[in-house]
């Protein structure tokens, strides 16, 4: 037993309220063996807490797609809120009062991000502003100008723990994203170097220019790095997997942008979440209650951007800009 991982897990599970006396319920998959370690450190965490944890292990799903993931291996692969949107039992039991938190980062990652309630509450002072605003705007002075239409779809705000009933989050995380009207999107995107390909795990290497209208990439163009991308995207033969995805920016300053450069055993939640990134995504709307259902799905955390939400600015190059975002010393 990892001792030092207990009292992570313990705060952890402090941060989400469980009390004595609650029931704690710890799900893995069969094929998950390498996080056989963070279900017994739950088991005993929730323990000492005084709760009455127990431990399901359900077969790992294979769905459709799913081997496309490098973390195939779980019923949770892929990208997680989305998985979790998918699962109707899932919704179920969140709809019953039950908080679902997922964690299958490496021991180190999620030790070093346990979260605080101080990113919490910088998270949810973003998901007001991103609420309130009817229109997002990315812009990199190599050419990207891309503008997008809000308020089909709900704000998701993720920070690490959940202690409300019913709520969902990913442990470790730090940030928040909506998404546009479907056909709500239009510009250029250029993809520089040192921008994050998820599932890929790997930083762009070379420009990535993508012509973007009415929603849907129209044009992808590049040298290695598109040519790729290009060849991930066709293997699923799904026009919707060109399609735009959520959109927001992280606010974790101790999420590393070379987080993917270290350490790549989980799935990328720390290359999603460093502080100023811009999360540009690709494919399925199905997680905030639209229709794309694609399994073509790119995470592409952008360094170096700048966002506006109906012209106020929220990140210049890379900063954040609005002091209630910005960690306080
Ligand atoms: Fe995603």
Redesign the pocket.
Known sequence: MDYDFVNVCRDELRLCGVHEGEAVAILSSDAAGELMGHAAAFMQAAKELGALPYHVRVPANRGAGGGAWEVGQTPLSG?P??MAALSKEQLEIQASGTRVLLAVEPVDVLTRLLPTPELRERVEFAGELLSSAESLRIEHDNGTRLVYRLGRYPVITEYGYTDEPGRWDHWPSGFL?TGAYDDGVDGTMVLAPGSIL?PFKSHIRTPITLRIEDGRIVDLSGELDAELMRNYMDQFHDPDGYAI??IGWGLNEKALWSGPMMDTRGIGQEG?SFYGNV?F?T?PNQ?LGGKNASPC???IPLHGYSLYLDDRQIINAGDVVVNEMRPRQ
Do not use: P, T
Request: no cysteine; hydrophobic share 40%.
């Open positions: 990208h809120a989305a994203f998820y995805s959520h999603r999360l995504a494919g997680e799905h790119l995470d």
